[in-house]
């Protein structure tokens, strides 16, 4: 019978040990007031925007490499092509996000790339996420696809420096 008690015992304050916070979070759990945490709200909102802004510089960073790479890889031929003057004077990411939808008709084949050389329209959708293009006007204008990028380009510059 003291065998039975000893173990019964041994399992309950094992497992009332394991219940209970661990020694090193009692003072969080004694009397805090929640005023306190004010300024770690207010922190993790600034390193929250910082990030983003971080991650919007990355973003145009890439788009500005992809649009001078493709540049680069593609055929006067290729470049003469006439597609529709989406970014006239504007930067706005529903610009940004109809020059994607161009883009996007090509395919990296046609364009003598390989698949993995195609990423600016990817890129381009990463950086206007969230963005709605579809109910944007149309336009009758028309320019060429190597006015297309650098205009692509142009606008990444623009916003990059305006973050910066």
């Given at each position: 019978?003291?065998?039975?008690?000893?173990?019964?015992?041994?399992?309950?304050?094992?497992?009332?040990?394991a219940a209970a916070p661990?020694?090193?979070?009692?003072?969080?759990?004694?009397?805090?007031?929640?005023?306190?945490?004010?300024?770690?709200?207010?922190?993790?909102?600034?390193?929250?925007?910082?990030?983003?802004?971080?991650?919007?510089?990355?973003?145009?960073?890439?788009?500005?490499?992809?649009?001078?790479?493709?540049?680069?890889?593609?055929?006067?031929?290729?470049?003469?092509?006439?597609?529709?003057?989406?970014?006239?004077?504007?930067?706005?990411?529903?610009?940004?996000?109809?020059?994607?939808?161009?883009?996007?008709?090509?395919?990296?084949?046609?364009?003598?790339?390989?698949?993995w050389e195609w990423i600016?329209?990817?890129?381009?959708?990463?950086?206007?996420?969230?963005?709605?293009?579809?109910?944007?006007?149309?336009?009758?204008?028309?320019?060429?696809?190597?006015?297309?990028?650098?205009?692509?380009?142009?606008?990444?510059?623009?916003?990059?420096?305006?973050?910066?």
């Amino acid at each position: 019978m003291k065998i039975f008690l000893s173990l019964l015992l041994t399992i309950v304050v094992i497992t009332a040990a394991a219940a209970a916070p661990p020694r090193s979070d009692n003072h969080i759990l004694k009397g805090r007031n929640l005023g306190k945490n004010m300024p770690d709200v207010e922190r993790l909102k600034r390193n929250v925007h910082h990030h983003t802004q971080e991650q919007k510089k990355k973003q145009l960073k890439e788009i500005r490499i992809a649009v001078n790479f493709i540049r680069t890889k593609l055929s006067k031929q290729i470049l003469d092509k006439w597609v529709p003057d989406v970014l006239q004077n504007s930067c706005k990411p529903e610009e940004l996000c109809k020059a994607r939808k161009i883009l996007d008709e090509f395919k990296a084949m046609d364009l003598g790339l390989e698949k993995w050389e195609w990423i600016l329209p990817r890129q381009l959708l990463v950086y206007t996420k969230g963005t709605d293009c579809s109910k944007t006007q149309t336009t009758t204008d028309e320019s060429t696809l190597s006015s297309l990028l650098q205009n692509i380009y142009e606008c990444a510059h623009r916003e990059l420096n305006s973050i910066s």
